[in-house]
């Protein structure tokens, strides 16, 4: 089955640590892309990459980056330079065009230790 | 900067009654809109999505855009206790190059 899959599921963060959240996915999209999910709250956008080797800072991009070295993975790493990481991250993928909607993967929840 | 506005509820309905969502949002140029389900602790989940003004029906949702008045609305009939769920309604400008903008969704409980 095609889909999107997300690791781990939990993650937990020491200070000063950097951490890698995983996003794979075997639907064929070229499109890939990462949110941001506090409680009660909407989603906002990291970042996205439309194609291989090339992405762009959403709108929270500060103390996060990424990688798009293959057309399935788009990993996130959240840097120790983001103060507040204590969130739930949402990876998703669509075709690109206009108005393609995004499927998204489980999540990870991350949290400070 | 683009705006999408939803009350967040809770919006209570009882079961097998129709719930209305209602969804606000600021920029003119948006052209596609999409609603999403997230259970609690759950990813979001595509239910629906419209591109022209009028209604886009699917099994018992139905869809509705107003790019007029920039309101997008989504109609569930028969109410079922499993809707109960927080709907995610969002947007994007078009091109689909900078993700999609999400309000804060509505928490909507189907009474039995």
């Known amino acids: 089955d095609g889909g999107i899959t997300q690791s781990p599921k939990y993650l937990f963060r020491k200070e000063g640590q950097n951490v890698t959240l995983s996003c794979e996915q075997n639907l064929n999209h070229d499109a890939m892309y990462w949110y941001r999910q506090d409680p009660g709250q909407g989603l906002r956008l990291i970042y996205y990459?439309?194609?291989?080797?090339?992405?762009q800072k959403g709108d929270i991009a500060e103390g996060y980056s990424v990688s798009r070295e293959k057309k399935e993975s788009f990993p996130l790493t959240v840097t120790s330079a983001q103060k507040n990481p204590t969130a739930f991250y949402l990876c998703?993928?669509?075709?690109?065009?206009?108005?393609?909607?995004?499927?998204f993967g489980d999540g990870t929840r991350l949290s400070i230790l | 900067q683009k705006e999408v506005e939803q009350n967040s509820g809770p919006l209570s309905v009882p079961e097998g009654a129709i719930a209305s969502l209602n969804c606000t949002y600021s920029?003119?140029?948006?052209?596609?809109f999409f609603w999403y389900r997230q259970y609690s602790g759950k990813s979001p989940e595509l239910i629906m999505f419209?591109?022209?003004?009028g209604d886009k029906e699917d099994g018992r949702f139905t869809a509705q855009l107003n790019k007029a008045s920039q309101y997008v609305s989504l109609l569930i009939r028969d109410s079922q206790p499993s809707d109960s769920a927080t709907y995610l309604c969002a947007l994007d400008s078009g091109g689909g190059a900078d993700g999609l903008t999400f309000g804060k969704g509505t928490h909507l409980i189907i009474q039995p």
């Open positions: 419209i591109y022209s003004n």
């Open positions: 990459s439309q194609i291989v080797n090339d992405f």
């Open positions: 998703a993928s669509s075709h690109q065009g206009y108005g393609q909607p995004q499927h």
């Open positions: 920029d003119r140029g948006s052209q596609s």
